[in-house]
């Protein structure tokens, strides 16, 4: 599987964006980008996927570079809640099996 | 979506003993997924449950240590054997379907050896 490099943590102020960078160099063609993250003493939640294009959901945006070697995902209006650690992944699909990186800690400041 | 349980939801066992975790979840699915998540850090892999089989291992975990049954497709439990101190974790149990982008994960199971 692609390995993916994050940030070890980021702060964001209330109400602010918060980019998360996620570089994923060795990515094969067929590949997908996957966004999840874990709130303190939950299991894991899925956020958002994209291949190519650049993906929107209710919950955040997620850019790709052209050359899909690295992505950002943004969270338009950070508030309290969405203090996580956040994981960038990549896979063929999200059925199979999920290689966790040491992701991003995001906090997020009143 | 799917709805996962894990039970228990926490348990504090003695050396040497062995517990066994059980995933259910409410609708038929592919694939389950068990992961230990040791304190304060990210999840491991530590099998893929296959219905009717062998699970499948990840490197540094065996079978031995961490059977795994999977009788049906909305089903799945993971023993944990001959606990030490070192297998003090959370365990969690995911699932995913083919066809659907998302993988769910269970509310896990907070295991403490002493």
């Known amino acids: 599987d692609a390995k993916t490099t994050q940030p070890t943590s980021m702060d964001c102020a209330e109400g602010r964006a918060a980019n998360l960078p996620c570089n994923h160099s060795?990515?094969?063609?067929?590949?997908?980008v996957y966004w999840y993250r874990q709130i303190h003493s939950q299991g894991p939640q899925y956020i958002i996927h994209?291949?190519?294009n650049n993906e929107t959901n209710e919950m955040a945006s997620l850019i790709i570079t052209e050359d899909r070697k690295s992505s950002t995902l943004i969270l338009p209006h950070a508030t309290l809640r969405d203090t996580a650690v956040y994981y960038c992944i990549v896979g063929y699909s999200s059925a199979s099996k999920i290689i966790f990186g040491s992701g991003t800690r995001l906090s997020i400041r009143p | 979506s799917a709805v996962i349980s894990q039970k228990p939801s926490r348990d504090i066992c003695q050396r040497g003993t062995s517990l066994t975790i059980q995933c259910q979840v409410d609708?038929?699915?592919?694939?389950m997924f068990w992961y230990r998540q040791q304190p304060g850090q990210s999840l491991t892999l530590i099998a893929t449950a296959n219905q009717g089989s062998e699970a499948t291992y990840e490197s540094g975990f065996v079978i031995d240590k961490f059977p795994i049954s999977r009788p049906n497709l909305t089903f799945s439990t993971l023993t944990v054997s001959n606990m030490s101190p070192e297998d003090s974790s959370i365990y969690l149990c995911s699932v995913g379907q083919t066809g659907n982008n998302e993988q769910f994960f269970g509310p896990g199971t907070r295991l403490t050896v002493l």
């Open positions: 994209g291949l190519k």
């Open positions: 609708s038929q699915v592919t694939m």
């Open positions: 060795t990515i094969s063609g067929n590949e997908y």
